[in-house]
């Protein structure tokens, strides 16, 4: 994904489009660029590698003009370079472009330009789009409405487009298809983002552009179109968002700061569901009776979403009694996969942009089955495509691995099965209590084991310079170790492998040497000493052994343990994960990664 950053107003536009960019460098930072209006057409403006690099070569440059463009890239098409960098332009600045998102027919296109005289100076898909909507500009003799309608016609893909018109001084053009785009409206001055952070020091006020249409900005006036070029009206929207949230705070990193965000994040999400020991899912749009006939469930998601879409299998199976089947996003998509009757579709979601899952919802949907997304994001694409969203109140997340919104997304399916348990009377009222008062104590037990930060510190000093982690778990216990082991190699660049812990003898026990680490968790006393004897395989083949394991269970094998306050089984992964989190920020900082913006990754994934 990118980040795209826009502003139309009475104040030299460098600035705020730096900061913009700053607020989303955690969309994508392989290279950076702005276009700033001057009284000829533009000055443009990129570089390489982090925006700090682009914010150096601006440093020194007067540029007065109040009206421009800026982006953030996390390459797709083209090497990292500057030359790749955006924005891309036609051949004399007519058309100055950014975009997030991949035209996935560009290369034709393309050969269709050069036919029509058009050279290319980069790999991207990006400077065709600038130099297809100069050719219809041409075509439809100077009309923007209508050459970028054209286009929209024209490309399959995804696009969020800021464009800026050599002749149209006073204006900046949006477009959009499945890459978000929101317009910040103020007074005498506008923002275009993908993302709200990137405008909230400005305006709590946004226009979401929806898929296929388009909007013609200027200093105090917004207009959107529809593809066929028609004005439509739009509902403005306040945003419920803090600007601490895009903040630190005090905090080293975002990442520790959205780890110490779990109590407050988990609980605005329980606050939003639970009422007087009941859970009301009146907000989503999901009846009790609607409920009680779902017989089947499947979860899709990415990373660390489909993390959590294991975990709630063992919830939703144990409470509900129903099948569950999960897939990874990207895989589902391509499998023709049998939806079976009355079945529902679940979708999660921080970002509610990730483009994988976004076409597994849309596959889903073919099949006319229900749809509900547990996303993030107010207004992502996801969010708007599925026919119930449950959001998680984590707030924004920066950190690139996500910590926050994987425990409200835990915590909203929690309480998703249990009322899905009380609809198909698997549960009776004093059992839906008792559930419901574990899910509320979670919060409490995390902030017990965040006191206890500087004791995983300690131990994560200890296996900086390790060169395999392997992670073991059983039944929901091996839900959470991959999440735990996605986490440490996303940051720490360890290489790490999760697997169920009686699986490791099948093969995987062959790569056990003096010093592996191997990190076990148990939570559930009832497969506690199998899993220890699993551990103690490994033991005898060289394996350093360190437990993650809830209060009531007594190591004797590890070598290290570190234990979480007591809590029902089904809902242990949401404390054993905390310590992982913390043990995979102290080895990415010790590491001296970039812990907030970890190499080759990006916050949500929009492409495929
Ligand atoms: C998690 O730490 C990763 N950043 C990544 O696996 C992420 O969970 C995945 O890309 C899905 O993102 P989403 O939840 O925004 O769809």
Not at 284 to 295: A, H, P, R, Y
Not at 400 to 429: D, F, M
Not at 520 to 538: Q, W
Not at 548 to 573: G, H, M, W
Request: with cysteine.
């Amino acid at each position: 994904m990118c980040g795209i950053v826009g502003y139309i107003g009475n104040k030299p536009a460098k600035d705020i489009l730096l900061n913009g960019l700053s607020k989303l460098e955690y969309r994508g930072y392989d290279s950076a660029g702005v276009a700033i209006r001057n009284e000829n057409g533009f000055d443009i403006i990129k570089s390489k590698g982090k925006l700090e690099n682009l914010k150096n070569k601006l440093k020194d440059k007067n540029l007065f003009g109040t009206c421009g463009i800026g982006h953030t890239r996390w390459a797709t098409h083209g090497e990292p370079t500057e030359f790749n960098a955006h924005p891309h332009n036609s051949y004399n600045e007519n058309v100055v472009v950014v975009h997030n998102g991949i035209i996935e027919n560009y290369l034709e296109i393309k050969e269709k330009l050069v036919t029509y005289g058009y050279t290319f100076y980069s790999q991207t898909d990006t400077e065709v789009i600038a130099k297809l909507i100069d050719f219809y500009l041409n075509e439809t003799n100077q009309n923007p409405i209508q050459a970028i309608s054209k286009f929209m016609l024209r490309v399959t893909g995804s696009y969020a487009l800021a464009i800026m018109f050599k002749n149209l001084k006073d204006e900046i053009y949006v477009a959009r298809k499945d890459s978000p785009l929101i317009i910040g409206i103020c007074n005498n001055e506008n923002f275009i983002a993908s993302d709200v952070p990137a405008i909230l020091r400005y305006t709590k006020d946004v226009y979401y552009l929806d898929n296929y249409q388009m909007a013609k900005i200027s200093t105090n006036s917004t207009i959107f179109y529809n593809i066929d070029g028609m004005e439509v009206k739009k509902k403005l929207t306040h945003i419920q968002m803090d600007l601490s949230s895009a903040e630190k705070n005090g905090f080293e990193h975002f990442m520790l700061k959205e780890i110490h965000e779990q109590p407050e994040a988990i609980e605005k999400t329980i606050k939003s569901l639970v009422k007087n020991e009941d859970i009301f899912l009146d907000r989503t749009g999901i009846t009790n009776d609607f409920l009680s006939k779902i017989e089947n469930i499947f979860i899709i998601g990415c990373g660390s979403a489909y993390h959590v879409g294991i975990t709630l299998k063992y919830v939703f199976e144990k409470l509900a009694n129903i099948n569950v089947q999960v897939d990874f996003a990207s895989e589902f998509r391509y499998r023709n996969p049998v939806l079976l009757k009355n079945t529902l579709l679940i979708v999660i979601s921080q970002s509610g942009e990730t483009a994988d899952s976004l076409a597994g919802l849309k596959e889903a949907k073919k099949q006319k089955v229900p749809t509900l997304g547990i996303v993030n994001v107010v207004g992502s694409s996801i969010a708007r495509e599925v026919d119930y969203v449950l959001y998680t109140l984590a707030g924004p997340e920066i950190s690139v691995a996500t910590t926050k919104a994987y425990s409200a997304q835990l915590v909203a399916g929690y309480l998703l099965a249990i009322k899905l348990a009380e609809c198909k009377n698997k549960i009776n009222q004093i059992t839906r209590k008792e559930l419901i008062k574990d899910v509320i104590e979670i919060p409490d037990k995390i902030s017990v084991i965040l006191k206890r930060q500087n004791e995983i510190q300690m131990l994560s000093s200890k296996f900086v310079n390790v060169k395999n982690i392997f992670l073991i778990g059983r039944n929901i216990d091996y839900a959470v170790v991959l999440e735990g082991s996605l986490k440490m190699k996303e940051v720490s660049y360890i290489h790490t492998e999760a697997y169920p812990a009686g699986e490791l003898k099948h093969g995987t026990i062959s790569l056990i040497e003096n010093n592996s680490l191997v990190i076990g968790s148990i939570s559930n006393i009832n497969l506690a000493e199998k899993t220890f004897s699993n551990m103690l395989e490994t033991k005898s083949r060289g394996a350093i052994l360190l437990g993650f394991l809830t209060k009531d269970i007594r190591s004797t094998i590890c070598d290290y343990v570190f234990e979480v306050p007591q809590i029902n089984p089904l809902f242990a992964n949401s404390l054993v994960i905390v310590p992982m989190q913390i043990m995979s920020y102290y080895l990415s900082v010790l590491k001296g990664n970039d812990v907030d913006k970890p190499r080759n990754l990006a916050k949500s994934v929009t492409v495929e």
